[in-house]
Every structure is written in C-alpha cells, then in structure tokens.
Nanobody, 115 residues
Framework: QVQLVESGGGLVQPGGSLRLSCVSS????????MSWYRQALGKQRELVAL???????NYADSVKGRFTISRDNAKNTVYLQMNSLKPEDTAIYYC?????????WGQGTQVTVSS
C-alpha cells in the first residue's frame, strides 16, 4: 500500500511563500504522475499542478507564474513551491500519485494566507 505524506503547510501573510513536500512510501515513484490538488472550504477539490514521470508540468491558470511543481525521484518526493500567495490560495492541499490507473492520496496539509 502506497502512502503519501504531505508537510510544509501553515499560516503565511499575503505575498509570502511556502514550500509543500509530499513523500511517497511506494516503489516505482519515478513512474508516477504526481499532482497537487486543493480544496477550499465549501468548494470542490481542484487540480493545482501536475508533473509527469517525464517531468512535463501543467498548472491551473490561477497559479501560473506563482507556483512551481518539482520532483526528486531519489527522495521519492514531490514539491510545490508557492510564491506571491494570495488569500484565495487558502485551502487544504492534497498530494496525489497516479500509477497504472491507481490513485493514491495524502491526508492533506492546511495552507492559510491571511494578514
């Protein structure tokens, strides 16, 4: 059973930065497509950023130019660098891994952007 564990969330002022990390316990991590999703209170979960096994990336329009997804296969870890944070980025952020039609989710980490 693959486990994904997120960390790095917290409270930050508007304009600030945070880096989220997600560590996978599974093997074949380099073959996984990894994503970050977020869910704000009262809203549906939405895709924030995706990185494929070939390191192709895709971003939601709302975070383009501010967020960067990356991966370190040697550490079984995917990152989300978040800069120029806005109050509307406040949400629980979830890590997702997809491999051979199987989806794995982390428990989520809270990000709150507020002054």
């Amino acid at each position: 059973q693959v486990q994904l564990v997120e960390s790095g969330g917290g409270l930050v002022q508007p304009g600030g930065s945070l880096r989220l990390s997600c560590v996978s316990s599974g093997s074949h991590f380099s073959s996984y497509a990894m994503s970050w999703y977020r869910q704000a209170l009262g809203k549906q979960r939405e895709l924030v950023a995706l990185i494929t096994s070939l390191r192709n990336t895709n971003y939601a329009d709302s975070v383009k130019g501010r967020f960067t997804i990356s991966r370190d296969n040697a550490k079984n870890t995917v990152y989300l660098q978040m800069n120029s944070l806005k109050p509307e980025d406040t949400a629980i952020y979830y890590c997702n891994g997809r491999y051979r039609s199987m989806d794995y989710w982390g428990q989520g980490t809270q990000v709150t952007v507020s002054s």
